[in-house]
C-alpha cells in the first residue's frame, strides 16, 4: 500500500513538472511573438549601425498592436521569396500545412529574416541617382552612413513610388545589402517588429537610433 502512494506521489510530481515545462514554454512563445525577442544579427547589411554578430531586442508591438511605422525605422521581416516586377513589389510563398505554419510563424525554425532600415512609406516616390537617395524629390539626410560611401544602383528599383501597404526598405551598408533596391517594396503585414535595443556587445549596450 505504501508503495503504490509513493508511486502515485512521483507520477503526480512528475506530471507536474511537465505541466510547468509546458507552461513556461507556452508563456516564452507568447512573450516571444507577442512582446518582444532577442536575435543575434547575422548580417553586414546594417554595418556601421548594426555590426554582424551583435545582439539586439525586437520589439513586437509593431505587430502586435498594429502600430505605424516611421521612416528611419530599423525592422526585420520575412525574407521575400521572388519579385513581382511589373509591380516593383515583393512576393511571398504561402506556407501550407499546420506543421509548417507552426515551424515557420510560431517557432521560426525555418524562417529567414532580413533586417533593415525603413527609407519610404506608401504613397513616397524614392530614386536614387548619383550616389544620393531622393525622397519625395528631396535628397534623404542620411547621418547614420559613413561619410564618402555613395549608395550604388544596385538591383533595379531605384525610382519606385511606394504602393498603400507596402515600405521601401534598405540597409546602410549600401555595397553590401540586399534590399528593396532588388526584391522590390515590402508589405507591411510581413514585419516581425522594430528594433529597439542593442544588448550585446555590453560596451554598446543601449538604445538603437
Avoid at 34 to 55: A, C, H, N, W
Avoid at 92 to 121: A, C, H, M, P, W
Wanted: glycine share 8%.
Amino acid at each position: 500500500m505504501e508503495k503504490e502512494i509513493q508511486k502515485k506521489s512521483i507520477a503526480r510530481e512528475v506530471l507536474e513538472w511537465i505541466g510547468c515545462i509546458v507552461a513556461a514554454f507556452v508563456i516564452a512563445l507568447l512573450i516571444k511573438y507577442y512582446i518582444f525577442t532577442p536575435t543575434l544579427v547575422k548580417q553586414g547589411s546594417m554595418t556601421p549601425t548594426i555590426l554582424d554578430g551583435e545582439r539586439v531586442l525586437i520589439s513586437r508591438f509593431v505587430r502586435t498592436f498594429n502600430l505605424e511605422l516611421k521612416r528611419g525605422d530599423i525592422v526585420t521581416f520575412e525574407s521575400p521569396a521572388r519579385v513581382l516586377e511589373e509591380e516593383q513589389i515583393a512576393q511571398y510563398d504561402e506556407i501550407k500545412g499546420l506543421g509548417n505554419k507552426l515551424s515557420y510563424y510560431v517557432l521560426e525554425l525555418t524562417k529567414t529574416s532580413f533586417i533593415k532600415r525603413v527609407i519610404g512609406l506608401a504613397g513616397d516616390h524614392v530614386y536614387i541617382a548619383n550616389g544620393k537617395v531622393y525622397l519625395n524629390e528631396e535628397e534623404l539626410n542620411e547621418p547614420y552612413l559613413v561619410d564618402g560611401l555613395e549608395t550604388p544602383r544596385k538591383g533595379m528599383f531605384y525610382d519606385v513610388v511606394v504602393p498603400d501597404g507596402y515600405i521601401f526598405v534598405m540597409g546602410d551598408n549600401r555595397t553590401g545589402s540586399s534590399d528593396s533596391r532588388e526584391f522590390g517594396c515590402i508589405p507591411v503585414d510581413k514585419v516581425e517588429g522594430r528594433v529597439s535595443f542593442r544588448i550585446w556587445p555590453l560596451s554598446k549596450m543601449g538604445k538603437v537610433n
